[in-house]
Nanobody
Framework: QVQLVESGGGLVQAGGSLRLSCAASTSIADINVMAWYRQAPGNQREWVAFSYRSGATTVSTAVQGRATISRDNAKNTLFLQLNRLKPEDTATYYC??????WGQGTQVTVSS
């Protein structure tokens, strides 16, 4: 089981940027799939971006063009760069390693 600790969330104005971090307790070079999900109050938890050991990545339509997922294997850390933030990006963002490992979440609030 992997322990995951997110950080980097905060309050930002629309149009601003945040870089979220997910520190893992194990070598992420050995983890095939890592992902970011988000959940706003009253909404279902939705995926934001996936990172694969091969180096491939994918981002959801909701953040396409505005989000980049990346890994720093030396630091065992997964990142999510969020740019040109919108109020609808407001949510708790979670780091996820399938099938069962979730971080505690970090809050992103985007004001209009």
């Amino acid at each position: 089981q992997v322990q995951l600790v997110e950080s980097g969330g905060g309050l930002v104005q629309a149009g601003g940027s945040l870089r979220l971090s997910c520190a893992a307790s194990t070598s992420i070079a050995d983890i095939n799939v890592m992902a970011w999900y988000r959940q706003a109050p009253g909404n279902q938890r939705e995926w934001v971006a996936f990172s694969y050991r091969s180096g491939a990545t994918t981002v959801s339509t909701a953040v396409q063009g505005r989000a980049t997922i990346s890994r720093d294997n030396a630091k065992n850390t997964l990142f999510l760069q969020l740019n040109r933030l919108k109020p609808e990006d407001t949510a708790t963002y979670y780091c996820y390693v399938p099938p069962t490992d979730w971080g505690q979440g970090t809050q992103v609030t985007v004001s209009s």
